[in-house]
């Protein structure tokens, strides 16, 4: 199976100036297609009987080429595969838009998510340096797997810059046959069926005042100054460190999962929905609900464990694990469920972790 890996660059000026030409036409060729493609659907709205055929990856490729570089000589100055790869993930965009499993693509602007791909003669010389085509020879902080990737990408985080790259490697295979029910929540991260309770990081409610102190400092500088720059500088170190502490956490508990249990079973949770309650939808959004399921996917997978996900409507919270009894209401301040027929007494997320390890087996 594919598996990715990211690490930091360390880098010097040369190499930084280069980075951000290249980010600039990844950039610009995403505005530019995106800016055709949007024009083409208007007037395919306007005028139902004279339709433009919507342009593939290799349409968008040939118009770059005979429109965009002519007029955009420092388009020359990057590699060639900056430009067709923004665009290729321009096309996927319209195509996940169009198959309605995420929104519009929206434009790019200076400065926020800069990232490129380079596609090509890449090489891993020796333990920490990587040849890229253009920009030539990185360094990274950590040492890199001996393999030969097809193509890597670079992006920023703040004042860092990172690569990644895919790299093939070995499903393990898992004798374990127990099971684990993972029931999800804003209290705790998540409470297993074994009595184990995670607690999530809540790294943003740890640092929502200073976050919210930068951003007060921020209202009235000039946009463009340099005390401007410096204060976006200090927000997005912030943003990045928040992100690194529930990136952290989640890494923990779903390697955790995924290795000691042979079958790991959580809940198809309705976020959306959550979010819409107005009183838990930063509370919803600091565990990061999906990127851990996101992770529990691929991590069974790698190593040799099973997923299950359960129906959302499964009734976990309001069934007793004990008799099996169903209530017909259950509060979201309750959090000790108490059954009148068997008079069995547990924590309300205990309770529901353990019908989820029940409803596989």
Not at 159 to 173: A, G
Not at 271 to 291: H, I, P, S
Request: aromatic content about 8%.
């Amino acid at each position: 199976m594919l598996l990715g890996f990211k690490t930091e660059l360390k880098l010097n000026n040369k190499q930084l100036t280069a980075f951000l030409k290249h980010c600039g036409v990844a950039r610009h060729a995403w505005n530019w297609g995106l800016a055709l493609t949007k024009q083409i659907l208007d007037h395919n709205k306007a005028n139902p009987a004279e339709k433009i055929k919507f342009p593939s990856y290799f349409d968008l490729c040939k118009w770059l080429v005979a429109l965009v570089k002519k007029e955009n000589p420092w388009y020359y100055e990057c590699s060639k595969s900056t430009p067709q790869q923004s665009l290729i993930a321009l096309r996927i965009a319209w195509d996940r838009c169009f198959k309605r499993i995420s929104g519009i693509p929206k434009f790019k602007k200076t400065g926020q998510h800069d990232s490129f791909t380079l596609e090509g003669d890449v090489k891993i010389l020796g333990n920490n340096k990587i040849q890229v085509p253009k920009i030539g020879v990185l360094t990274t902080y950590e040492r890199l797997p001996q393999v030969t990737p097809k193509s890597v990408t670079i992006s920023r985080k703040a004042d860092r810059w990172f690569i990644s790259f895919r790299l093939e490697v070995e499903q393990q295979e898992s004798n374990l046959k127990s099971i684990v029910g993972v029931d999800l929540g804003i209290k705790s991260l998540a409470t297993l069926s074994t009595g184990e309770v995670i607690e999530g990081a809540k790294s943003y409610k740890r640092y929502e005042s200073k976050l919210s102190r930068l951003q007060w400092l921020n209202r009235r500088k000039v946009i463009g100054s340099n005390n401007w720059k410096k204060i976006q500088l200090k927000i997005a170190k912030l943003h990045r460190k928040i992100a690194n502490i529930r990136k952290d956490t989640l890494h923990k508990l779903t390697t955790l999962l995924a290795k000691n249990h042979g079958t790991v079973v959580i809940e198809d949770l309705n976020v959306k929905g959550m979010l819409a309650n107005r009183k838990l939808a930063k509370a919803v959004l600091d565990m990061g609900f999906y990127e851990l399921r996101r992770q529990l996917t691929y991590k069974c997978k790698l190593y040799g464990s099973k997923l299950v996900v359960v129906d959302r409507w499964f009734p976990s919270s309001k069934t007793c694990s004990h008799c099996g009894t169903k209530k017909e209401t259950l509060l979201l301040r309750q959090r000790v469920f108490e059954c009148k027929y068997c008079g069995f007494t547990s924590d309300r997320d205990l309770n529901a972790a353990i019908n989820l390890s029940k409803a596989v087996s």
